[in-house]
């Protein structure tokens, strides 16, 4: 309900509004983003699962991601990976092109960024195009590695830490990248890749799950022809490719990972094909 002095510019002006919920791995602790409407400013919040204890601000900054032990989080802060341990924050990257997203793993994070190069002869209006790659950065040494070629635009590890499900598209533009997007497995230790095929128009939020028949890998990605936002999934096992909501009365926006179960769906209950 709005307010008893009503909904005055200056009310409106200072809304903040939460999003970008990152639960740590041992379900004590809630980290997200508070975005102002007025300034376009992003602060992270830290709450604790119980409500034993009031929220608190921890930093500037957006994106909260946990660390498997919930010791540390990681976050965006101007363009560049950082993180918070023990309340101190610091900025790990100093990367010329926008770091974009990013997964932290035992002993380093996989991060999303731009090249510095723009793509030669290939321009949007007056913008030059600049590959988002998948990057590796060493938490021991410091050092990035870049892993693969393509223009990579979403990641998750296994839940058990194994390899990376990775969506990306042949080139930045979107046509043809986000009609003609790949899946992949990537042994971060490694780099080899093992392609999984197709991943459908404009893919997104890869998940994992296990089956009886092992690990699966379930992705958003848009009905040829464009009509729906289905769930499509792989068995890693047999290569064998379906759509999970067909048929069903829903419109998902967002896949939530599960280690043990079909990934549960956030989405509005609309037809989808």
Not at 113 to 137: C, F, K, N, Q, Y
Not at 206 to 227: C, F, I, R
Request: glycine share 10%; net charge negative.
């Amino acid at each position: 309900m709005w307010p008893d002095r009503g909904v005055s510019s200056i009310f409106v002006v200072d809304l903040r509004v939460p999003s970008q919920l990152a639960l740590s791995p041992d379900g004590r602790w809630g980290a997200y983003t508070v975005r102002s409407v007025a300034r376009g400013a992003e602060e992270l919040w830290l709450a604790a699962a119980d409500g034993s204890v009031p929220p608190r601000k921890l930093a500037e900054g957006a994106s909260p991601r946990w660390s498997p032990d919930s010791a540390t989080m990681y976050f965006l802060r101007e363009g560049q990976l950082c993180r918070i341990a023990e309340s101190e924050s610091e900025t790990l990257t100093a990367w010329d092109g926008a770091v974009s997203d990013h997964l932290p793993l035992t002993n380093a994070v996989v991060f999303l960024a731009e090249d510095t190069a723009a793509v030669e002869g290939v321009r949007i209006g007056s913008e030059s195009l600049h590959p988002r790659r998948l990057r590796v950065l060493d938490l021991e040494n410091g050092a990035v590695r870049t892993l693969g070629q393509d223009h990579a635009t979403a990641v998750a590890q296994r839940p058990d830490g194994g390899p990376l499900a990775v969506i990306s598209w042949p080139t930045p533009e979107l046509d043809p990248g986000a009609l003609e997007p790949q899946l992949s497995l990537l042994d971060p230790e490694t780099g080899s890749v093992h392609d999984l095929g197709r991943a459908g128009i404009v893919a997104s939020s890869p998940v994992w799950w296990e089956a009886e028949d092992g690990w699966h890998v379930a992705n958003l990605a848009y009905t040829e022809p464009v009509g729906g936002l289905p769930v499509f999934d792989v068995a890693i096992a047999t290569g064998e490719h379906r759509n999970l909501t067909a048929g069903m009365k829903a419109c998902p926006v967002e896949l939530v990972q599960a280690a043990s179960s079909a990934p549960p769906v956030d989405g509005p209950g609309r037809g989808s094909d």
